[in-house]
């Protein structure tokens, strides 16, 4: 019997049918996201401004507090009330700038949600393909 044969009846014995699956492969498709480069440079680069404040507020904390740690080296009392509130507003500060660059939306979180979005609606497809070689 040949393949054409089979059409419309019901099989009951083994049919070889040469040639049918050779050269083929099973591949596993999704819809891909094109990605553009001002999209990538927002993944990049996309930090928000509050992070960067808060880096500089911590920095200029770490430094303060490293001033303080050389005055009271010999007795803590050498420290003022008003040098440990400002040694705690910083470190306060850049701790609240960076809870808040993590709560704002910024371009980054934006072009994440995208992406996301896209590979979530985009279906899965798993299918037989001839190979071309």
């Given amino acids: 019997m040949t393949d054409k044969s089979l059409h419309g009846k019901e099989i009951t014995e083994t049919q070889i049918i040469p040639d049918l699956l050779t050269g083929t492969d099973i591949g596993t498709w999704q819809a891909e996201y094109l990605l553009r480069?001002?999209?990538?440079?927002r993944i990049k680069y996309g930090k928000p401004i509050t992070f960067i404040w808060a880096n500089s507020v911590?920095?200029?904390?770490?430094?303060?507090?490293?001033?303080?740690?050389a005055k009271g080296y010999s007795t803590v009392a050498s420290i003022s009330t008003?040098?440990?509130v400002a040694l705690s507003l910083g470190?306060?500060?850049?701790?609240?700038?960076?809870?808040?660059?993590?709560?704002?939306?910024?371009?980054?979180?934006k072009v994440m949600q995208k992406i996301e979005n896209h590979f979530e609606k985009a279906p899965t497809i798993r299918q037989a393909f001839k190979d071309q070689n």
């Fill in 37 to 41: 480069e001002v999209e990538f440079d």
């Fill in 58 to 69: 911590a920095l200029t904390t770490v430094g303060f507090g490293l001033n303080l740690v």
């Fill in 82 to 84: 008003g040098e440990w």
């Fill in 91 to 109: 470190i306060i500060s850049s701790i609240a700038l960076y809870i808040i660059g993590l709560l704002l939306p910024n371009k980054r979180k």
